[in-house]
């Protein structure tokens, strides 16, 4: 992700420093083995957003540059900065990841959503709770973090509750009985964080099916009924605490990563031309493209025998 900010490409808006549509693209096509799901982003956008609250990198003119502290992490053992950015995470407020809950509307209206860090810390907490190694089911979680007063509400009270609603602000408001359901909110809320930023920094495996269809705990609301899904993170599950997770929410003192399998063997060739084009017929890894964005310009994606940069 540093790399990729190093060539200047992704961009975000200097007022929400929220990545555009095509810094996601752009992040989604250097993700081992892509996002979450081809045509929705999760990591895709959270990247951007983790790599500006842990300082590595800087919004410059709207684009996303590595601060010095940025440039120093590509020296350092990986699970030191993933660590970092974890815990840096938890003390942000550059997004409040309920905001991502799109269908859930009336958000931005005065007084009705908590302070997001607090909320935050509270899902840091359940995720540090969590037995490393053993898969939790989603339900499982919220089901011990109401048990454990782990109860991180979206909405300052029970008249903010009235201002949030789906499709239409009065037949479809979350302030009727029985219409906001902890899984709802605090469920939803945590589902972002753990699949949207846990998820993508590598501290939890999940498992998750597609979106739609997933969850029917908004059906009974006014409006329901025309959503397929609450949210993106409706497909998330289960979740299970690895050693980089159990390092990085301080269960373990060290962490020894896995050794890294072996590349497969490169299919294809590439070719360099007597005018310092250099060409990959068969494409090339997304290292490798990004290491030849650093010396060479790309003149053009691989299509039959254009060339892919120059020096």
């Given at each position: 992700?540093?790399?990729?900010?190093?060539t200047?490409?992704?961009r975000?808006?200097?007022?929400?420093?929220?990545?555009?549509?095509?810094?996601?693209?752009?992040?989604?096509?250097?993700?081992?083995?892509?996002?979450?799901?081809?045509?929705?982003?999760?990591a895709?956008?959270a990247?951007?957003?983790l790599?500006?609250?842990?300082?590595?990198?800087?919004?410059?003119?709207?684009?996303?540059?590595?601060?010095?502290?940025g440039?120093?992490?590509?020296?350092?053992?990986?699970?030191?900065?993933?660590?970092?950015?974890?815990q840096?995470?938890?003390?942000?407020?550059?997004?409040?990841?309920?905001?991502?809950?799109?269908?859930?509307?009336?958000?931005?209206?005065?007084?009705?959503?908590?302070?997001?860090?607090?909320?935050?810390?509270?899902?840091?907490?359940?995720?540090?709770?969590?037995?490393?190694g053993a898969?939790?089911?989603?339900?499982?979680?919220?089901?011990?973090?109401?048990?454990?007063?782990?109860?991180?509400?979206?909405?300052?009270?029970?008249?903010?509750l009235?201002k949030?609603?789906?499709?239409?602000p009065?037949a479809?408001?979350?302030?009727?009985?029985?219409?906001?359901?902890?899984?709802?909110?605090?469920?939803?809320?945590?589902?972002?964080?753990?699949?949207?930023?846990?998820?993508t920094?590598?501290?939890?495996d999940?498992?998750?099916v597609?979106?739609p269809?997933?969850?029917?705990?908004?059906r009974?609301?006014?409006g329901g009924?025309?959503?397929?899904?609450?949210?993106?993170?409706?497909?998330?599950?289960?979740v299970?605490?690895?050693?980089?997770?159990?390092?990085?929410?301080?269960?373990t003192?060290?962490?020894?990563?896995?050794?890294?399998?072996?590349?497969?063997?490169?299919?294809?060739?590439?070719?360099?031309?007597?005018?310092f084009?250099?060409?990959?017929?068969?494409?090339?890894?997304?290292?490798?493209?990004?290491?030849?964005d650093?010396f060479?310009?790309?003149?053009?994606?691989?299509?039959?025998?254009?060339?892919?940069?120059?020096?």
């Open positions: 992700m540093l790399r990729l900010c190093a200047g490409k992704p975000c808006s200097e007022k929400t420093r929220r990545p555009g549509t095509a810094t996601v693209a752009a992040v989604g096509e250097v993700l081992d083995g892509g996002d979450f799901y081809p045509h929705e982003a999760i895709g956008f990247w951007p957003m790599l500006q609250a842990g300082g590595l990198s800087e919004l410059t003119g709207g684009r996303l540059t590595p601060t010095v502290r440039r120093a992490a590509l020296t350092r053992p990986p699970h030191l900065t993933l660590a970092q950015l974890w840096r995470w938890l003390n942000s407020s550059l997004l409040d990841e309920f905001s991502r809950v799109e269908e859930i509307k009336g958000q931005r209206a005065a007084n009705v959503l908590t302070a997001v860090k607090p909320r935050r810390k509270l899902v840091g907490q359940a995720l540090a709770g969590l037995a490393p898969w939790t089911s989603v339900d499982g979680l919220f089901t011990d973090m109401r048990a454990a007063g782990l109860d991180p509400a979206v909405h300052r009270n029970e008249r903010a009235w949030l609603y789906l499709e239409d009065q479809g408001s979350l302030g009727y009985d029985g219409h906001h359901g902890w899984s709802l909110l605090q469920g939803r809320y945590t589902l972002a964080v753990l699949f949207e930023y846990a998820a920094l590598g501290l939890i999940v498992e998750y597609p979106a269809g997933a969850r029917d705990d908004y009974h609301n006014w009924d025309y959503l397929d899904r609450l949210s993106r993170y409706d497909g998330l599950a289960a299970r605490l690895n050693p980089l997770g159990a390092y990085a929410v301080g269960l003192s060290d962490y020894t990563p896995a050794p890294i399998p072996a590349p497969p063997v490169p299919k294809g060739r590439v070719t360099v031309l007597a005018n084009d250099v060409v990959a017929l068969d494409g090339l890894p997304s290292a490798d493209t990004l290491l030849l650093g060479a310009d790309r003149k053009s994606d691989r299509s039959g025998l254009s060339p892919l940069h120059r020096f």
